[in-house]
Structure formats: C-alpha cells, structure tokens
C-alpha cells in the first residue's frame, strides 16, 4: 500500500467528520413541527411524514446499500447528500402535506443512500490501514459531528425564527442549504477503501445479511435493543414542540433545549470510550433505557417548565447515546463483503416495526397528546424487560 493511499483511508475519518457536520446543520429543527404547522399542516400529518420516510426508507435502504457494496460507498454518499440537498431547496416551495410527501420521498431515499455507507465507509478504512481496534473511539467522533453544529445552530434558528414570521423560515432553510452543497465537497475528496470480493449474485448477498442476523441471536437482540430505544425516544421527538409550546414555554427556549442537549451528546459522543469505561459497557446501556423511563413519566405527570426542559433533553439524549457502543459492537459482528448490506438489513427490522408504530402514534396524537408519551414509556420498558444485554455477549475492542 502506497503511502498517498494511506494517508487518504486515514483522512477518511475527519472527511466523514465534515461531511456528516455540514449536511446536519438543520437550524431550522429548533422550530421543525411549528413550521409544519405555519405551512397548513396538523399534528397526525406531522406524524405521518415519519410514516412516508420509515416506508420509503425500507424501499430503498437494502438496495442502495447493495450498490455500496458492489460499486462504492464514496459514490452512493455523495448521491445521498445531493438527493438531501434538493429536499433542503424543496422546503422554499412546500405549503400542503402532499408537497411535503414528495419532499420527504426525496429526503429518504437520500438518507437510504447515505446511512450504513457512511458507517461502512469509516470502518473499512480503519480496517485496511489497521486501525479497527479504534472504532469505538472513531465512531464516538464521527458520531459527534452531528450533535457539534447543533450546539449552536438550533439556538440562531429558534432565535431567527422568533417570530414564527414566513421570512424567517427562508433564511433556516438557506442556511441549511449552503451546509449540504459544502458537505458534498468535502465527499468528493474521500477515499474509497478496498472491500473483501466474494462471488455472489445480488440476491445472494440479501440471503447473506439476512443469514447472519438470523443465525446470530446476539447481533439480532443487539439491534432490536438500539432500534426500540431509539424508537422511544423519536415518538417524543416528534410532538415536543408543540408539547411543551402547549404548556408555555418560549419560541427561544425550544432552541436552548437543542443546543443543551446536543451539548452534551457532543460531548459524550467525543468522550464515549472514556464514558463506557467509567460506568462499565452494560450500565452504559442500562441507565439511558431507566433515565428516558423516568423522564416520559416526569412529562406526563407535570406541567412545571422546568421538569418539561429537563425531561426533554434526556429523552432527546438517550435514543443516540448509545450508537457508537452498537456500532462497534454490531459491525464486528459483520464481514466487510457484505457490511453495507447486512447492516441495512439491520436497518429494514427498524423501518418494518416503524410502520404500525407510526400509524398508531398518528391516530392517538388526533385524541390526547399523552397517548403518545404513553407509548413511549411503553417503548422504553421493553428492552429492560425482555432485551437484556448480558456482559458475556460483548465484543472486546
């Protein structure tokens, strides 16, 4: 391996870092669900546009992945982060839910091509120039690059937004914009990583994935573990705004609940080796599925701003916490021919079980919103009840 190649895989890790930081700037998630609601829509359309994604996602997430796998990463990222781009210059014209139907599409097949090439991108990378004993520490980085910008980002668009005024929108929307057309830059400068070459056909590398995650219980309970706790804490996602804007709490304050909370899952993203090794991997997984628990009941039980702020961060932090520990557990797990691919097979388990999920937090968000922070506790209880990780079931890396 020349020493230009080398210096390219290892240049890998801060490009993705760049790459992943510029297409998630999104200032205009301080104040996403009451945009929807200025551009004419309800909270069960809102609800349903999840719906639109987790469908479309599942079309496209195993096929893209294949074509990952078979003709390169580096391409389907950069082909993803454009696709993004158009669905950021769509959100100028959106004003009904079918137009925001057609932005969502969009939206998803980018991220379809984009999620789990990423991921399979750094690793192989790490792997070929001998480094993957570091990905846990790596993936902690390469996830902190989405929390960094939204440190600060929400607070400017809550900030701008203000107002809730039409103009004040466009300008988070332009922001957001420029960030996608700068991470497609960055893209076109990565290195692609060599990847192990087996003969099989198309379908044979679907039979593959879906071989190893069937005859591998721990790989399956590991990801059913992340999709539930991650689904637990995206239902609450999806009506905070308006939850806590319902109770009183300030255009403004919406904003500093994203920069607080992405505060600190930068900084546990960053520091997420030093962290697992403090509390021990198995309470690392524990404690978000307890602390998101308490949290749920907190905002059910209470209309106080304060418990309302509180409760929000640690339910907008502990759906992701835990994603560089899956990711280097869960891709050890996995053969480099086929990582995109099984790793998206992963990932269609998730857009499956989000399907009724979603129709069913639509239909209850019409009656009472606290129908929905009761499915949510719901979600949080099942992993510790019937999803438990055991120590012994660990990769050492």
């Known amino acids: 391996m020349n020493e230009r190649r080398i210096k390219?895989?290892?240049?890998?890790?801060?490009?993705?870092?760049?790459?992943?930081?510029?297409?998630?700037?999104?200032?205009?998630?301080?104040?996403?669900?009451?945009?929807?609601?200025s551009r004419g829509l309800d909270l069960s359309q809102i609800v349903y546009l999840s719906l639109v994604w987790?469908?479309?996602?599942?079309?496209?997430?195993?096929?893209?992945?294949?074509?990952?796998?078979?003709?390169?990463?580096?391409?389907?990222?950069?082909?993803?982060?454009?696709?993004?781009?158009?669905?950021?210059?769509?959100?100028?014209f959106a004003n009904s839910f079918p137009y925001f139907v057609l932005n969502y599409i969009i939206g998803a097949i980018g991220y379809s091509f984009f999620i789990g090439a990423d991921h399979a991108i750094l690793y192989d990378s790490l792997k070929e120039v001998g480094e993957e004993s570091g990905a846990n520490r790596v993936a902690g980085k390469y996830f902190s690059s989405q929390s960094l910008p939204k440190i600060f980002m929400p607070l400017l668009g809550s900030f701008i937004a203000r107002s809730l005024l039409p103009r004040e929108f466009l300008i988070l929307i332009i922001i957001d914009f420029i960030g996608t057309i700068i991470s497609i830059i960055l893209a076109g400068f990565m290195t692609e990583p060599k990847v192990e070459k087996?003969?099989?056909?198309?379908?044979?590398?679907?039979?593959?994935?879906?071989?190893?995650?069937?005859?591998?219980?721990?790989?399956?309970?590991?990801?059913l573990n992340k999709i539930v706790i991650f689904q637990a804490g995206f239902v609450y996602w999806r009506i905070y705004q308006v939850l806590l804007k319902n109770a009183g709490m300030p255009v403004v304050y919406?904003?500093?609940?994203?920069t607080v909370f992405q505060t600190i899952l930068f900084l546990m993203f960053w520091n997420t080796e030093k962290v697992q090794n403090k509390l021990g991997k198995i309470n690392f997984v524990i404690y978000p599925q307890i602390l998101g628990f308490i949290a749920i009941l907190a905002s059910l039980l209470t209309t106080n701003l304060i418990v309302l702020f509180t409760a929000c961060v640690v339910l907008l932090i502990v759906g992701t916490i835990r994603d560089p520990?899956?990711?280097?557990?869960?891709?050890?797990?996995?053969?480099?021919?086929?990582?995109?691919?099984?790793?998206?097979?992963?990932?269609?388990?998730?857009?499956?079980?989000?399907?009724?999920?979603?129709?069913?937090?639509g239909l209850l968000a019409k009656i009472n919103i606290n129908y929905v922070l009761i499915i949510?506790?719901?979600?949080?209880?099942?992993?510790?009840?019937?999803l438990k990780i055991k120590k012994e079931e660990l990769v050492v890396n």
């Open 254 to 258: 919406l904003g500093l609940v994203y």
């Open 376 to 386: 949510s506790a719901v979600l949080f209880l099942i992993p510790l009840i019937f």
């Open 54 to 92: 987790t469908s479309i996602v599942f079309l496209f997430d195993i096929p893209s992945s294949f074509l990952a796998d078979k003709f390169g990463r580096k391409k389907l990222i950069i082909f993803g982060i454009f696709l993004t781009s158009l669905s950021t210059f769509l959100l100028f």
């Open 8 to 37: 390219g895989l290892k240049l890998n890790k801060r490009l993705i870092f760049g790459t992943k930081f510029f297409i998630e700037l999104k200032s205009i998630n301080a104040v996403i669900q009451l945009f929807y609601l």
């Open 325 to 361: 520990f899956f990711l280097s557990q869960m891709q050890a797990k996995i053969p480099s021919f086929n990582r995109a691919t099984a790793t998206s097979t992963l990932n269609t388990i998730k857009n499956i079980s989000d399907v009724p999920l979603l129709i069913l937090v």
């Open 198 to 223: 087996v003969k099989t056909k198309k379908m044979g590398l679907f039979r593959e994935g879906f071989k190893l995650i069937k005859s591998d219980n721990v790989l399956l309970k590991f990801a």
